[in-house]
Nanobody
Framework: QVQLVESGGGLVQAGGSLRLSCAASGRYRMGWFRQTPGKEREFVARISSSGLTTYYADSVKGRFTISRDNAKNTVYLQMNSLKPEDTAVYYC??????????????WGQGTQVTVSS
């Protein structure tokens, strides 16, 4: 059973920074997504199990950085230059399958990020 525990959300002013953490029960392909009320969940970033490959949504490229510490089975999302439109519930997701399908089987509980203008 894959378990994911997120932390690090909060309230920050526009232009500020936050770092989200997602502690996993193992080493998996991981992604971050976000969702606002009334909208579909949106992809933010993903990272391979080795940490060598990352990919970002255009909306966060250059501002957000996904990374991982495999000794701690933890994935991070460093968010800089935050904008009010980054306000959302952020979810981490894990895919433990041996081959990537572009989808994720397990999801964290979500952490709220609010960016004030």
């Amino acid at each position: 059973q894959v378990q994911l525990v997120e932390s690090g959300g909060g309230l920050v002013q526009a232009g500020g920074s936050l770092r989200l953490s997602c502690a996993a029960s193992g080493r998996y392909r991981m992604g971050w997504f976000r969702q606002t009320p009334g909208k579909e969940r949106e992809f933010v970033a993903r990272i391979s199990s080795s940490g060598l490959t990352t990919y970002y949504a255009d909306s966060v490229k250059g501002r957000f950085t996904i990374s991982r510490d495999n000794a701690k089975n933890t994935v991070y999302l460093q968010m800089n230059s935050l904008k009010p439109e980054d306000t959302a519930v952020y979810y981490c997701a894990a895919d433990p399958r041996p081959t990537s399908t572009g989808t994720y089987e397990y999801w964290g509980q979500g952490t709220q990020v609010t960016v004030s203008s």
